[in-house]
């Protein structure tokens, strides 16, 4: 055997290995977090509500946030008993439990009575619920998203998930931000959402249009649009179209973090950055920002808890603060910049919503809006732990293998 061949042999076997290694990691992750959830039951307490708070934007907008997902579920569900004409809905989850058939009770009503109802969902998030619970009566129009969007699956164009959660109704009222919807999310889940009343609702409408119209599988005429609310700076909508390989939302955290010269809060329910958005916030407490970070401590989904941990000894030698927080799973996509700067939406800081799914994020510069935000962050500080330094270099030994054998997955979620 020549030493080329030995070498790729040797090459083979350590990829296998690692491979494996890797596999093996995970499924032991999953398996304690089962044990432990079973183990821990249902103690645990639900989270305690939260008012949600109005703000006039200086565009004429009214900017409503919400924290507590029961009291948004309310207000929806409020929104669309009152719909006169339209209402659009598009969500990545509608779990088949009570609060879920709320939400598909109160669209029927709507369409008995006239409104024209246009649902869009995600099948691959949705494989879990029962395909009659997904199947809406006429005249609603549903598009599902398909588990598989074309025989050309292998293309970035094609590979994203529907990860989007908009509610417009009558073209008068839109919602949009991190809640799915379901029980859990109602009462277990800290999650943020906004209602915009105004102008910026037309944002939000034409979003959904223009994914409704540009399907291929969609069944129906296309949506026709309204006219243009004008332009205006305080509010705007950031759209991820995989299709047309378009990922604004990553380009808008970039610039508002480069350009940072107070504070960064950052909410993230996965924050798995790239090396361009680590090396900004890097590059922002070089220059003496404050930069504060909430993460679950641990999340819905334990592999990216752990890609998560690769990135927090750079973070924290840097003076980065990261908090870590308990009890509930903090599902938020939020970040408020020097006291001025706002996004709020539905993109993760990882590689599946920013150069993945269809996302949309909404960039308010409204200092109002923004006080909002930071007394939301530190309200929320204190359902935390505070990570330390000194606390991180202290981790188990084992703690550091699985970081070590997962952190190759990264570029993947």
């Known amino acids: 055997m ?24 995970i499924a032991s992750l999953m398996l304690t977090t089962k044990i432990r959830k079973i183990l821990r039951g249902r103690n645990i307490p639900p989270l305690e509500p939260t008012p949600s708070v109005s703000h006039r934007i200086q565009d004429g907008s009214v900017a409503t946030t919400y924290t507590y997902g029961a009291t948004l579920f309310d207000d929806m569900l409020a929104a669309i008993a009152a719909a006169e ?12 439990d009570e609060m879920g058939r709320r939400f598909k009770a109160a669209l029927i ?23 009659s619970f997904l199947a809406f009566p006429a005249p609603i129009t549903v598009l599902r998203y398909p588990l598989i969007s074309s025989w050309k699956f292998i293309s970035p164009r094609h590979l994203g998930r529907d990860h989007r959660k908009i509610l417009v109704v009558d073209n008068d009222v839109a919602y949009v931000g991190g809640y799915n919807i379901g029980s859990a999310y109602a009462t277990e889940w800290r999650d943020t959402h906004l209602k915009v009343v105004g102008p910026a609702v037309w944002d939000l409408d034409n979003a959904f249009i223009d994914f409704w119209n540009s399907h291929p599988r969609r069944k129906s005429p296309r949506l026709a649009q309204l006219p243009h609310a004008g332009w205006r700076p305080e509010i705007r909508a950031h759209r991820n179209v995989p299709r047309q390989l378009m990922y604004p939302i990553r380009g808008m955290y970039l610039e508002a973090i480069d350009r940072a010269y107070l504070s960064v809060d950052i909410t993230a329910a996965y924050f798995i950055p790239d090396r361009d958005i680590l090396e900004a916030i890097l590059d922002a407490r070089r220059r003496g920002v404050v930069v504060r970070i909430i993460v679950p401590r641990v999340s819905n989904h334990v592999v990216t808890d752990w890609l998560s941990r690769g990135f927090y000894g750079d973070l924290l030698r840097a003076g980065v603060e990261i908090h870590r ?15 001025e700067w706002t996004t709020i939406g539905t993109a993760n800081i990882d590689r599946l919503s920013l150069l993945g799914n269809y996302e949309i994020n909404l960039e308010i510069l409204d200092p109002g809006l923004a006080k909002g935000m930071q007394e939301i962050f530190e309200a929320d500080c ?9 606390e991180w270099m202290q981790r188990p030994l084992v703690a550091r293998a699985y970081e070590w054998l997962l952190r190759p997955l990264g570029p993947l979620l």
Do not use: W
């Open 85 to 96: 004409r339209r209402i659009l809905l598009e969500t990545y989850i509608i779990k088949g």
């Open 109 to 131: 009503e709507a369409a008995n009575r006239g409104v024209d109802v246009y649902v869009i969902y995600d099948q691959f998030a949705n494989l879990v619920v029962k395909p």
């Open 382 to 390: 204190e359902k935390c732990e505070r990570l330390t330094l000194d």
């Open 2 to 25: 020549s030493l080329r061949q030995s070498t790729r042999r040797i090459l083979r076997r350590a990829l296998l290995a690692t491979v494996l290694a890797q596999i093996a990691a």
């Open 325 to 339: 927080y308990m009890d509930h799973m903090v599902h938020a996509k939020t970040a408020t910049i020097d006291g």
